[in-house]
Every structure is written in C-alpha cells, then in structure tokens.
C-alpha cells in the first residue's frame, strides 16, 4: 500500500468515527453549507502587484499560524514553545504537516494529555479536533461544566506517528521533556491521562490503562486520573459509564481545590 492510499484510508476511517459519534448523539442528517467564493469587489481590493513591491517583507512567525496556544499564552509556554522550535528530534517530523504544541488556559488547574496528533490534528496544528476531540470537548463542557478553553490539552509527541500508530519509545523519549517543561509551566493540580501510552509514560509503569483506571496517582507531585481514550469509547461507547465513573472522581477533587 502507498503513501496516497494508506492516507485515504485514514482520512475514510475519521469520517467513519465522526458518523458514528454525530449517530451516538442522535443526529440523523447532515446539512450542506454551499462554500463561499470570493466576489469582484474582492478582487478589486487586491494589491497591484506595483503595491506588493513597496510592502515591507513581514518577519517569519517564530511559531506557525495554524497553532492555538490558548487565550493567552504564558512566558513560559512561550519559552518552551521556543525551545521545541520546528524540531527534528526525531523521525516523526519527516511526515508531519504542523507540531502540535498544545492549547488552552495556560494556567489551567485541569490538563489532559493524550497520546499524539491525529489527521485532523496534524491538519490544523491544534490537540483533540477530530471525532475522539468532540467526544473530549463534550466531557469538558457536559461532565466537568467547564469550557474547553478553561483547561489545557496537550498529547506525548507533538508530531502525527504515521497512519496514526502507537508512538515509539525513541519518539516519546524526545518529546516528554518538553511535556515536563509545559506542566511546570501551568503548574496544574489534577492531569486526566488519556489512554495506555498516556498513562504508561507519565506514570513511568508497565501496568494498562484497564487497571489503572479509576485510581489516583501522581506525577512530579500532579495528581494523576487515568482513564480510557475518547478515540476508545468511539468504539466502545459501553466503557462510557466508566470514563463517567473517573471523571466524577475528578470533580469531587476539584470541588476541595475551590473549597481550598
């Protein structure tokens, strides 16, 4: 199979979990929004191109346009950003479109962190926007009452592993410290580890996301919730009354950080 076709395969297969989760949801239709083209007058308002050579040259961003960083992004979120620059650290840069750094509160009490980028992900440079990213979102805004902006999402790798596989050691070797260098950055009080390869670095164990799930533990002093994936509960939408389970463990923590 080649690049084209394995790529096809995988753009068929998010389609197919996004269907399947606007089904879980009850929606029995999809409307078409015709797309939009520009008009005359737009063109009108186009620079000559005598105009483009009088325009100074605009400096190169040091981090891409297509990243969301949050509603405002830290000193130091901006430093290991900085730091990560347009890295090549390890093989997964050679097929990535975007890095995929992270966004959100950027002195969130709540991080997540998931495993690595997807296609979508890895499309438009943000964590969590594919079918799996809804089913986050609506634990975010549904189970905990908070918006997705008031949290912080983040994976292991940064960069998209190829056709979506399980990152591999030398991979997450590289990466994790600059996921260190973030949560000291935030300084959050509770991570929800999103799966196996989530759970297993944090917590530096061998153990599966199957038993560890449900139980606190820490990570450099961070209370640690593990829990299933939401890419998972796409394919096994029964495990969601466990992954409610969890998250309720985490609200009651919550409810004592307010309560101080």
């Not at 992004?73 to 990535?96: M, T």
Request: aromatic residues 4%; positive net charge; charged residues 30%.
């Amino acid at each position: 199979m080649n690049d084209i076709e394995s790529e096809l395969l995988d753009i068929v297969s998010q389609v197919r979990m996004h269907l399947e989760y606007q089904k879980m949801l009850g929606m029995r239709s999809i409307e078409l929004i015709p797309a939009v083209t520009a008009s005359p007058t737009d063109k009108a308002d186009a620079p000559s191109s005598a105009n483009k050579e009088q325009t100074p040259a605009i400096k190169k961003e040091k981090v891409p346009k297509t990243e969301k960083l949050g509603p405002c992004l830290s000193a130091g979120l901006a430093a290991v950003r900085e730091d990560l620059g347009n890295c090549s650290r390890c093989k997964l840069h050679k097929g990535r479109k975007n890095i995929v750094f992270g966004e959100g509160d950027p002195n969130a009490v709540l991080v997540f962190v998931g495993e690595g980028p997807g296609y979508e992900e890895d499309q438009q440079g943000r964590p969590f926007v594919g079918a799996a990213g809804q089913l986050l979102t609506d634990i975010i805004v549904k189970g905990i009452k908070l918006r997705r902006e008031d949290v912080y999402i983040c994976n292991i790798v940064k960069c998209r592993p190829p056709n979506n596989r399980n990152p591999e050691p030398d991979e997450i070797s590289a990466c994790e410290p600059f996921l260190l260098k973030q949560l000291e950055a935030i300084k959050p009080k509770i991570i929800i580890a999103l799966g196996n390869i989530a759970a297993k670095t944090l917590l530096k164990t061998g153990e599966g996301i199957t038993s560890l799930r449900g139980r606190w533990q820490t990570y450099h002093g961070i209370a640690v919730m593990p829990t299933f994936h939401p890419a998972y509960l796409l394919r096994n939408p029964k495990d969601k009354a466990l992954v409610w389970e969890d998250i309720k463990k985490v609200i009651m923590e919550m409810d004592k950080i307010r309560k101080g």
